[in-house]
């Protein structure tokens, strides 16, 4: 965030949060709602926006707090992933960090990006979400300079080379975008051929391999995706699954019929241990 307001990108103030006392001094100062976030976190799980001292001190312990058991049975179950064991094996605390909260509409970009510069880029405002802290069920594709320049600044900056997410703020009574998080990674919005200059794939594979690289076709003329199977999921009678583009895979029918498998195996699995995730979160744990 440092480096952005450097480059005279529109960034809310930003702190890392160590303890309690550092917490309210941060309020004190920045008044509140705020925002905090722990680091490594995505999808919106370790995002929490505090309307209350109370509220923010409960969200600090619960986000600083080692990966809940629960959690990590999910992911290694469910997701086959085994990112939170170590974690969780150690005892690791979380980095949290604390934002200036920005009212207004989220915006995502994914940028592929090689030595430094921008190869390609989509940009969308979020429409519809998975809950109030969740990952984006639907979204618009915009055309935001501020946007576009915010990545290309900061792929200079940094000397970015592969998947780079940039997620924003459009502030309410402006339109103004802040950016508010950087993920150095795919989103789930990658994989979207979408015009010249919007095909990441093809862009990042023609610059690491030096080939010349035909961008794919461009995927629909709508400027609204619902993500399958996630809108779906969400609604299944959501208006945007006719209105807009349903991302749906039909090519791949092994990999529809895997989101459909997976998304049912949550299911199962989510509902009898909803109880004991709620009862050992760290609004439920002891206070130190």
């Known amino acids: 965030m440092e480096s952005a307001r450097e480059e005279g990108i529109r960034v809310p103030k930003t702190a890392v949060i160590a303890n309690l006392a550092d917490l309210r001094k941060w309020i004190d100062s920045m008044g509140l709602p705020t925002v905090l976030k722990a680091n490594g976190t995505s ?11 109370e509220e923010a001190e409960r969200a600090f312990r619960r986000l600083q707090a080692p990966p809940m058991l629960a959690r990590v049975a999910k992911w290694v179950i469910i997701d086959q992933d085994l990112t939170l064991v170590w974690p969780t ?4 605390r979380s980095i949290v960090n604390a934002q200036t909260f920005v009212p207004g509409r989220e915006a995502t970009s994914l940028a592929a990006c090689w030595k430094g510069q921008v190869l390609a880029s989509n940009h969308f405002e979020v429409l519809g979400k998975q809950d109030a802290s969740g990952p984006a069920t639907v979204m618009r594709m915009v055309d935001n300079p501020e946007m ?3 990545a290309e600044k900061m792929a200079r900056r940094l000397n970015l080379s592969g998947l780079h997410g940039f997620d924003f703020m459009l502030e309410k009574e402006t339109g103004n975008a802040y950016l508010i998080e950087i993920n ?10 979408l015009g010249p200059g919007r095909d990441l794939p093809a862009a990042l594979y023609a610059a690491v391999t030096g080939t010349i690289v035909q961008p794919a076709p461009k995927l629909t003329e709508k400027d609204t995706i619902a993500l399958f199977p996630q809108e779906w999921l969400r609604n299944p ?7 807009g583009y349903h991302d749906v895979p039909w090519e791949e029918p092994d990999l529809v019929r895997s989101c459909i498998r997976k998304s049912r195996k949550w299911t199962f699995w989510k509902r009898p241990h909803q109880k004991w995730m709620h009862v050992f979160s760290g609004d439920h744990l002891p206070r130190l």
Do not use: K, M
């Open 184 to 193: 150095a990674r795919a989103t789930q919005i990658g994989h979207l051929a």
């Open 89 to 92: 094996i150690l005892r690791r």
């Open 43 to 53: 999808g919106g799980e370790g995002v929490r926006v505090a309307q209350t001292l």
């Open 148 to 150: 576009v320049a915010t």
């Open 237 to 243: 009678q959501s208006p945007f699954l006719r209105s």
